[in-house]
């Protein structure tokens, strides 16, 4: 067979078409391959807390995820909007993804058991954050949260240098055992001043929306109330609501969590005080933790980290307008 001068330079352009690219698809296989086998080896972490409808719990999965993702591994969050049911069959779904830990804060605390059954017996660790759990609920592998009866406490001490008497209602949520203890904390601290009486309380689940009407029957059964202790500030600015629709600026209200809203208040003088907690440190230790237990070392069983008491007096308005 003959070529010609133009069909040789065809078939020289050819083979050298082929060098060029054949090399150049392999590469591309290769990267290909490099990265789907980095996202085989990533590890899934999964979160579920009691409900997003709140901030403070935004900005503990927000430091979670940004440390998970600084490893190159992925988070999976889920909202149970305060059903235990739901968080049960979010844990079971995490179960099936095949995730490498939990991080829990249950709906209801004493309703943790079936959730942390169902973590152990697939070896799942979890780490349960902003709580503490009871003890025959099952295996824990860390427990991260503030220390939350000194926060009731702290209210309580502020309350009792700041007025010769009170009449004082009580928003709780006894589901949530952080709520119980800052209540526990606060009710304790006044034992034996006798100036100072619980009222009234009421259940509202921590939430705004349910603070509000909440406090405005307590207000309606007893006008007497001056004092409010909320379990968080979410209830808190739902009292406040409550009390700007009654007319009620002469009632003091408490708060825990120190979240921006809450100081914005206390600077304004709306508020009285919250004892500030950090979910931002809450967030980077639980984090820290998963990934020490996976890497087979010990880490503190219970970690209570310390709050901070922000009143008109303490609050540095320049610097103190944030989470923590």
Not at 18 to 35: E, K, Q, T, Y
Not at 63 to 85: F, K, N, Q, Y
Not at 150 to 171: D, E, P, Q, V, W
Request: aromatic share 6%.
């Amino acid at each position: 067979m003959h070529f010609g001068v133009v069909e040789r330079w065809a078939l020289v352009a050819l083979a050298l078409l082929f060098l060029v690219v054949c090399p150049l698809v392999l590469l591309a296989v290769g990267r290909v391959d490099l990265s789907a086998e980095q996202v085989e080896h990533r590890k899934k972490f999964g979160a579920v807390y009691m409900t997003l409808n709140n901030p403070f719990y935004e900005i503990v999965d927000e430091e979670i995820r940004a440390a998970v993702e600084a490893h190159g591994d992925v988070l999976l969050t889920r909202d149970p909007a305060l059903s235990p049911a739901r968080q049960e069959e979010i844990v079971k779904d995490f179960v099936r993804e095949g995730v490498s830990a939990i991080f829990l804060k249950p709906v209801d605390w004493r309703e943790a058991g079936p959730l942390l059954a169902a973590a152990e017996a697939a070896h799942i660790p979890v780490i349960v954050v902003d709580t503490d759990v009871p003890a025959e609920a099952g295996a824990v592998a860390a427990r991260i949260e503030s220390d939350n009866y000194a926060a009731g406490a702290s209210c309580a001490a502020h309350l009792l240098s700041h007025a010769n008497g009170a009449n004082i209602a009580i928003l709780t949520h006894e589901g949530a055992h952080s709520a119980v203890s800052r209540i526990q904390g606060f009710r304790e601290a006044l034992a034996g001043h006798d100036a100072y009486r619980i009222v009234a309380a009421a259940e509202c689940y921590g939430q705004l929306e349910r603070a509000m009407p909440a406090m405005q029957e307590l207000l309606a059964e007893h006008p007497e109330i001056d004092t409010v202790m909320a379990l968080n500030d979410p209830a808190a600015l739902g009292a406040l609501a409550a009390l700007a629709a009654a007319g009620r600026s002469d009632v003091r209200v408490y708060g825990v969590d120190g979240t921006p809203e809450a100081r914005e208040r206390i600077a304004a003088g709306r508020m009285t005080a919250t004892a500030a907690q950090s979910p931002r440190e809450i967030g980077r230790r639980a984090a820290d933790a998963a990934y020490r237990i996976l890497a087979g070392e010990s880490v503190p069983p219970h970690v209570l980290l310390p709050t901070r008491l922000l009143s008109r007096e303490t609050l540095t308005q320049d610097s103190e307008m944030g989470w923590e």
